[in-house]
């Protein structure tokens, strides 16, 4: 049985940082693309970062681009979500899910597994 568990998340002033964490049990992680999103209060989930199973290749939001980082762990299989320069529209809850494939690994509907969320808080 595939699970996710993230840790990490608390309050951060803005411009401040904060690292995510990530742990897969029941999955080897490079074998699967892992990706992490946000939902905020109202609004729809909607995709940070993710990082391909083969080459390492990730991918970024726009919204949060320069400013964050997800890099796989290995010593805990799974991944960090390294954030860097933090703002209040930062604050949310974050995810962490998994797919077979890099494609599509940044689209809600197409992700296999999720964690049950971190929670982050960014206090201007």
């Not at 964490?21 to 080897?28: F, Q």
């Not at 990706?35 to 909607?46: H, L, N, S, T, Y």
């Not at 991944?79 to 604050?91: A, E, I, R």
Request: aromatic share 8%; charged share 15%.
């Amino acid at each position: 049985q595939v699970r996710l568990a993230e840790s990490g998340g608390g309050s951060v002033q803005t411009g401040g940082s904060l690292r995510l964490s990530c742990e897969a049990s029941g999955v080897a992680t490079r074998s699967v693309c892992m990706a992490w999103f946000r939902q905020a209060p109202g609004k729809e989930r909607e995709a940070v970062a993710a990082i391909s199973p083969t080459s390492g290749a990730t991918w970024y939001a726009d919204s949060v681009k320069g400013r964050v980082s997800i890099s796989r762990v290995d010593a805990q299989n799974g991944v960090s979500l390294q954030m860097y320069n933090v703002k209040p529209d930062d604050t949310a809850m974050y995810y962490c899910a998994i797919k077979d494939t890099y494609t599509n690994c940044a689209i809600v509907a197409k992700m296999q597994y999720w964690g049950q969320g971190t929670q982050v808080t960014v206090s201007s």
